[in-house]
């Protein structure tokens, strides 16, 4: 059974560096088409996309937050790691990774989700 | 501001049919499958539908996505008061090689 589970800090002070990781299980890493991504929710928002880690490498990371984002994975302990730099108030949202299927011929979505972690910023 | 267009709310009677778009371009859903997210209260979202029509096993058939050009529409039908969520849909962008998501739709079994 596929699960996903997202760990950190759930307060960051402002300018400071948020680590987020997700640890996977009943799937690999390393699986064909299959990758993970991270996305966002600001408490009474929209889902918001910010990166994702495709098995066979490739990278992507939302335009607008590129210069202070950082996706990273360790296959061997079936986990991916997000890094966002600078972090500021508006920045306060639920965080979450999920598992993504596709990166060729259209195809894109995301079937399992982690449940989420709230991270505020604040001082 | 999203990339894709949703209306923020609608509303129905138990029992009724109730559709929600998403509206897109040639570089988002014009060029790649649709996949559409029910998220219930204080839930993390759950996929409804995938690859603009198919549903993952355990979705009943009271949910449908349709897509033509560069839209997206989804159904639900036989309304029941625990469809009461909001329900996002999402595509990969070319142009911006990212993932996007619409605005989200509150739905409102009255």
């Known amino acids: 059974q596929v699960t996903l589970k997202e760990s950190g800090p759930v307060l960051v002070k402002p300018t400071e560096t948020l680590t987020l990781t997700c640890t996977v299980s009943?799937?690999?890493?390393?699986?064909?088409?299959?990758?993970v991504a991270w996305i966002r929710q600001p408490p009474g928002k929209a889902l918001e996309w910010l990166a994702h880690?495709?098995?066979?490498?490739?990278?992507s990371y939302s335009t607008s937050l590129k210069t202070r984002l950082t996706i990273s994975k360790d296959t061997s302990k079936s986990q991916v790691v997000l890094t966002m730099t600078n972090m500021d108030p508006v920045d306060t949202a639920t965080y979450y990774c999920?598992?993504?299927?596709?990166?060729?011929?259209?195809?894109?979505?995301?079937?399992?989700w982690g449940q989420g972690t709230l991270v505020t910023v604040s001082s | 501001q999203s990339v894709l267009t949703q209306p923020p709310s609608v509303s129905a009677a138990p029992g009724q049919k109730v559709t929600i778009s998403c509206s897109g371009s040639?570089?988002?859903?014009?060029?790649?499958?649709v996949s559409w997210y029910q998220q219930l209260p204080g839930t993390a979202p759950k996929l409804l539908i995938y690859?603009?029509?198919k549903r993952p096993s355990g979705i009943p058939d009271r949910f449908s996505g349709s897509k033509s050009g560069t839209s997206a529409t989804l159904g639900i039908t036989g309304l029941q008061t625990g469809d009461e969520a909001d329900y996002y849909c999402?595509?990969?962008?070319?142009?911006?090689?990212?993932?996007?998501f619409g605005g989200g739709t509150k739905l409102t079994v009255l």
């Open positions: 999920a598992r993504l299927i596709g990166g060729y011929s259209g195809y894109y979505y995301f079937d399992y």
């Open positions: 009943g799937f690999s890493l390393s699986n064909a088409r299959m990758g």
């Open positions: 880690f495709f098995s066979n490498g490739e990278k």
């Open positions: 040639s570089s988002n859903i014009g060029d790649n499958y």
């Open positions: 690859e603009n029509t």
């Open positions: 999402g595509t990969w962008d070319n142009s911006l090689s990212a993932g996007v």
